[in-house]
């Protein structure tokens, strides 16, 4: 097969037909002028063009033609006002038409995560002048929002106040928890947690559930001892609010499931930030082997002006392991696991082209990963 692409001419050029055109027939039609020939302005973009390639290759149909329909349209509007530019550069690369990297703006919804520790610590209470109730009550309160965005399921029936729990998580796993705005930690809120707790839920779901203190500074000596014998973790609301903002800027890169794993007696905000650390390698490995493919790609483009590539695991995991800063090095097992989960429909960085053994797997590069 042959495959043929059409590229936009940097200007028009107009032509000039003899009127008897009886005799052009069956003949080239030569130019007036030498035409400078551009590739800057595809018809198609690269993801069209190779997702069309493939469709010949396999003598597929096109899959979605509704997408294609609203894709040309997209393309061929002329956007001229930067909101609508920024529109349109927005919608191509969450759809996957464009690999540009897509910004992400601050989202006005979530600037409350900015007040997490001032509310832990009391600053903003005492600038308003704020009883230690409504104190308690506003940390209490963004300590909730603040587990319910982590994706914890924080039950109502046991709302704070005099004699109720602060919070209470049931999915996905119990937890309960004291929440402590001030600038310390009082000495005896480990035996307030686990008098509470155990009136609320009961002897044996305490003891079997997850305990938590955030609050503000470092614990007493008889608050960390009592922490450490009824393994009752705490801290710092700065921690919780790390926890939050690496959230809002990866939203499935947090698994409370794991987190769970951290959650040892004692004060551990070092521990939730060795979690947060290690969540960071991992995104930034996936997105060193989403770049490695695109290089690759890039390399092939420039050789063989190819516009769609694809890549066995062994090419990858060479192209990986040859760059210096990349450690630890891997091999074509962990490679393949990588590329096979940034290929997911669910995720959508890498494509597939499946082979009957896994070594024989290809993949292309579709759209970038950022890294904030």
Partial sequence: MTYLRVYQLPQLQEISVNPNIQEKLGKFVSLPNSLTVSEEKPVLNDRTFAQRKHQLEKLEPPLHPELEELQSAIASLT?????????????????????????????????????????????????????????????????????????????????????????????????????????????????????????????????????LVIGPGNPSTDTLKAAKEWEVSIINAMTLQKLVE??????????????????????????????????????????QIIIVVKELSEQDNQSSKATYQSFTVTETRVHYNANTTHNPKLNDEVVHDLLIELSSPLTGYLGRIKNSDWKGDCFYFLRDLPIN
């Avoid at 809002?248 to 004692?266: F, M, R, S, T």
Wanted: proline letters at 5%; a neutral charge.
């Fill in 79 to 211: 956007i001229t006002q930067p909101a609508a530019k920024q529109l349109d550069d927005d919608i191509k690369a969450f759809l996957g038409w464009s690999s540009d990297k897509l910004i992400k703006q601050p989202d006005p919804n979530l600037a409350w995560i900015n007040n997490i520790a001032k509310l832990g610590d009391r600053s903003i209470e005492l600038d308003e002048k704020k009883s230690n109730y409504q104190a308690g009550t506003d940390f209490e309160n963004i300590a909730r929002q603040s587990l319910e965005f982590l994706g914890f399921k924080v039950e109502s029936a046991y709302k704070g106040g005099a004699g109720g729990l602060d919070l209470f998580c049931s999915k996905p796993y119990p937890i309960v928890c004291e929440c402590k705005a001030g600038k310390f930690i009082p000495s005896r809120t480990v035996e307030e947690l686990l008098k509470l707790g155990g009136m609320h839920l009961g002897k044996t779901q305490l003891l079997t559930s997850a305990k």
């Fill in 246 to 287: 690496f959230k809002a800027k990866y939203p499935d890169a947090i698994n409370l499931v794991e987190l769970q794993q951290y959650l040892e007696p004692g004060q551990i905000d070092y521990k939730i930030d060795e979690y947060i650390d290690k969540a960071e390698r991992e995104i930034k490995l996936r997105s």
